[in-house]
């Protein structure tokens, strides 16, 4: 699973609050986000020399003979929190799933019939997980009399009659009727944001611009809100699935499908079978009007779902999916295991995509065009990677239990960076896991937990970035510390060994040792079952007289449950002036370590932890020379990154020599930074940014160009302006270069803005409602108003902030009216995304403050009436946490 709804919810609040210019009293006040921790942090080399000793109290000299006995702790009366695996009682050997639908209630009849035998002990009884289901039967399969049974809308207990052994396999058959909107409350975390289990979207079809679909979302323990089952992670079995729909619709499951049969009273019935056994969470339906796209791959189906309007772009949107099926196959040493390889997207998904055996599932995000897609393929590509690895990690080979989560996670977390290293290279591979170690630490500064985290309060907080960013940076330190041939190595032996099984993580160590011979758990024990992360602190030294450079590393990491002195192989490259390097190996063990060089002159550079391997917050104690001289000379992403960081807040011509031929850089991502750190009052500087803005190749790159030559004034860029607008620039090269032309000839621009109008995709909208809102014109209102019920998502976010700005430009109190009923509606609907609402609240607070500026205190009045409304109605907590940070001062 990839998650990503409330996360970037979350994130994009910050960054959106973070980055809306403000003037005066008329934006909504925000709080000061908490910083994000510094990981690539700097500091000048330390003063030398000896500070005067004071004279010591004399309260403190007394205790200097006596002995000081440290206070008792208390020591707990409990064991600590401890969640197990589940204890298996029967196995669950197979589950057919016999289904329908009643739209209008959003509820699924079915009937599953289940194969089981007891796991070792004899029994006369089964419990399965059935949540909040009406039962109509339990019987044997094929028999007529009615089993007893107990149910607490939980959990059913069926009573057998007599007494199995475990060499006594029996089936039972339960007709129910699933009800997953028929609750008290609904559940649902950061991760996955409802716990239905089984949705039911635009049931009624009222809503003309939502097609009406049906499907799953199992993990974490969700699908026992449709079919009955284990619903636990370690239980595995095969799967046939009947479903029942109209003509219109398309049905996907797991596995592949058999046949479809159509019914007497116009339906279908498409019959899907699973022949090898994976976990019930993993078990899926998804029911729509589709467009389905066909591809092979190695002799079986690879299947592309989009909404119709998307067919067209079905293997953009899903890009590279039989390549990285050869790709991973035989990276791992292992063809891909199933039958089938589907990816369907799916319209208001919990979270962001879902590894269901054989058949994906992804969030609307996923779905654009071509054009679209030039601004963030990545994010697709990502994705797509992320869950088809999940086919071995986590489908193939699942973790026990919720607490070894990272063994699925931390392995799809990983297959990014693979995929990115073998189609684009090393520095787009570590350019992405620079951000995903940021992530981690980040989520790490109020304190962390053991990768394999067994005392969890709930199950869901196991989807966070240690299992996912944490586990993928660590996997990446032990391919390092091993090597390529026996990384991989252990992985296929990994695969073989624990195919269609659970594992734990000492199954991992036990494998990565038979393969290397090696003891590892004192990398294991530090990593996977130990908190924390190093923070290092270096300095280096030099003695002419003795020939010798020296580098000092002290451990300065602390916290409940860290691990206070990790033990780190680390490479240290030493750089002479001409920029020829030798490679020394060398071992932290201790708190502090001081580690010596023979060398016949002072170096330029000493890099330690010169692979970037090290999952660390590093203190590196460099002068800016040396900076310099690492972005020039050493070539991985992260030290000429690490360099650029350093450098920044330089105000040198050193800095400025460096970010200029950073410009150059191989990598755009390096280009970008250097293109924000520059002069552009230097001519020179301007004639290599106008290069970029003309011929660069990356969208991002050629936007932060066009946006600084704007900044220029300078009339002789139009022409560029007006390349960048072109059919075939990406969209956010089209907003920059509309925005420049709006400062350079603001009747071009708007003139030019109405061929945008027409354009489909919804990546325009930001771009026209930016310019209509800096430029009021009342010609344009119809705009916002046809767009109003179509942004949703970040898009949301700048949609209302500058319809805000276009009513408030305008000044007509009936239209600033209007526009606040509008807000008001979508404020106070529960059924729109908390995007839109969030957008059309903080929109309404900005009014608020505007009217208060004018000092028309009756419209404010009326306004904060209408505030405090739509917070006490809000039932998000997030969102009013958020909300409350309109209040006036």
């Avoid at 020399?49 to 000299?61: L, W």
């Avoid at 002990?121 to 059935?130: C, E, G, I, Q």
């Avoid at 067209?312 to 891909?336: H, Q, V």
Wanted: aromatic share 12%; glycine share 6%; with cysteine.
């Amino acid at each position: 699973m990839r998650k990503l709804f409330l996360p970037a919810l979350l994130a994009v609040f910050t960054l959106y609050m973070a980055c809306t210019p403000k003037s005066g009293s008329q934006m909504a006040s925000t709080p000061t986000p908490a910083q994000e921790p510094v990981v690539w942090d700097t500091m000048g080399k330390p003063l030398m020399g000896e500070e005067e000793e004071a004279e010591e109290p004399v309260e403190y000299a007394m205790m200097n003979e006596a002995e000081v006995m440290p206070e008792k702790q208390q020591e707990p009366d409990t064991l600590p929190p401890y969640n197990p695996s589940n204890t298996f009682e029967h196995d669950l050997l197979h589950t057919k799933i016999e289904i329908s639908f009643d739209w209008p209630k959003k509820r699924a009849n079915g009937t599953a019939t289940l194969t089981m035998r007891p796991w070792f002990y004899p029994t006369d009884k089964v419990t399965l997980d059935a949540k909040n289901f009406d039962i109509k039967s339990v019987t044997f399969d094929g028999k007529p009399e009615q089993l007893k049974y107990d149910y607490n809308n939980e959990r059913l207990t069926i009573h057998l009659g007599k007494t199995y052994t475990r060499e006594n396999e029996f089936k039972v058959a339960i007709q129910y009727t699933a009800k997953p909107d028929e609750r008290e409350s609904i559940g649902g975390s950061a991760a996955i944001t409802q716990d239905k289990g089984l949705y039911f979207i635009n049931a009624d079809g009222a809503d003309k611009e939502k097609p009406m679909q049906i499907w799953t979302q199992g993990e974490t323990e969700s699908n026992s809100f449709w079919f009955p089952t284990v619903d636990k992670p370690n239980e595995r079995c095969t799967q046939e699935m009947y479903i029942t729909v109209e003509q219109k619709f398309k049905t996907l499951s797991n596995g592949v499908m058999l046949s479809s049969k159509k019914n007497a009273d116009g339906t279908r019935t498409d019959y899907w079978k699973m022949d090898k056994p994976h976990a019930p969470y993993l078990f899926m339906m998804a029911i729509g009007e589709y467009a389905v796209v066909k591809d092979k791959w190695r002799g079986i189906d690879v299947d592309y779902y989009v909404e119709p309007k998307y067919e067209p772009y079905a293997r953009d949107i899903y890009p590279y999916t039989t390549e990285m099926l050869d790709f991973f196959s035989d990276k791992l040493g292992y063809k891909y295991p199933w039958s089938k390889f589907a990816q369907v997207v799916v319209r208001d998904y919990v979270s962001g995509a879902m590894e269901n055996t054989t058949s994906v599932i992804f969030g609307e995000f996923m779905q654009k065009n071509k054009r679209e897609l030039l601004d963030d393929h990545m994010t697709n590509e990502k994705v797509v990677a992320h869950e088809m690895f999940h086919h071995w990690f986590g489908d193939l080979v699942t973790t026990e239990s919720w607490s070894n989560l990272t063994l699925n996670e931390g392995f799809a977390n990983y297959s990014e960076y693979l995929w990115l290293e073998h189609k684009h290279g090393k520095d787009e591979a570590d350019f992405h896991e620079m951000q995903e170690r940021q992530g981690y630490v980040f989520s790490a500064a109020g304190g962390g937990h053991p990768l394999i985290h067994f005392g969890y309060d709930n199950r869901e907080d196991m989807f966070d970035a240690h299992s996912y960013n944490k586990g993928g940076a660590i996997l990446h330190m032990l391919r390092n510390q091993i090597g390529d041939d026996a990384f991989f190595t252990g992985l296929q032996r990994y695969l073989k060994k624990h195919e269609f099984t659970d594992v734990e993580a000492h199954e991992l160590r036990l494998t990565f040792e038979d393969v290397t011979g090696q003891d590892l758990n004192w990398f294991f024990n530090q990593w996977f079952f130990s908190a924390g992360h190093p923070n290092l602190d270096i300095n280096y030294g030099w003695d002419e007289s003795a020939k010798k450079a020296t580098v000092t590393i002290t451990q300065t990491q602390e916290g409940e449950g860290v691990v206070r002195i990790f033990d780190l192989p680390l490479t240290v490259d030493i750089y002479d002036a001409s920029g020829k390097v030798t490679s020394e190996g060398i071992r932290l063990t201790k708190r502090s370590q001081t580690f010596s060089f023979d060398a016949p002159s002072r170096p330029a550079l000493i890099d330690t932890d010169a692979d970037r391997a090290l999952l660390a917050i590093k203190r590196d104690n460099h002068t800016p020379e040396e900076w310099a001289f690492m972005y020039r000379n050493v070539p991985h992403f992260l030290a000429r990154w690490e360099a650029l960081e350093a450098l920044e807040d330089e105000k040198t011509a050193l800095k400025d020599q460096v970010f200029e031929a950073a410009l150059k850089d191989r990598f755009y991502g390096i280009r970008q930074k250097a293109l924000q750190n520059v002069d552009p009052s230097k001519a020179t500087v301007l004639s290599v940014v106008a290069g970029i803005a003309d011929k660069d190749t990356d969208p991002g790159t050629k936007a932060t160009a066009l946006q600084i030559l704007a900044e220029t004034g300078d009339k002789q860029y139009i022409p560029l302006f007006q390349k960048g607008l072109a059919p075939d620039q990406a969209y956010s090269v089209v907003g920059a270069a509309l925005s420049g032309l709006t400062k350079l000839d603001p009747l071009a621009a708007v003139a030019a803005s109405k061929a945008l109008q027409n354009d489909e995709s919804e990546s325009i909208i930001p771009v026209l409602t930016e310019l209509y809102g800096e430029n009021p014109d009342r010609a344009n209102l119809p705009f916002f108003e046809q767009k109003i019920d179509k942004v949703d998502y970040m898009g949301a976010f700048s949609f209302f902030e500058n319809y805000r700005k276009f009513l408030v430009g305008i000044g007509d109190p009936v239209l600033i009216g209007n526009g606040i009923d509008r807000f008001k509606n979508i404020a106070l609907d529960a059924n729109t995304s908390q995007w839109r609402r969030f957008g059309a609240t903080k929109a309404i607070a900005d009014i608020r403050n505007f009217y208060k500026e004018k000092g028309e205190m009756d419209k404010v009045t009326a306004l904060r009436t209408l505030l405090s409304e739509i917070k006490e109605k809000e039932k998000d907590e997030t969102l009013k946490l958020y909300y409350n940070m309109f209040d006036e001062p």
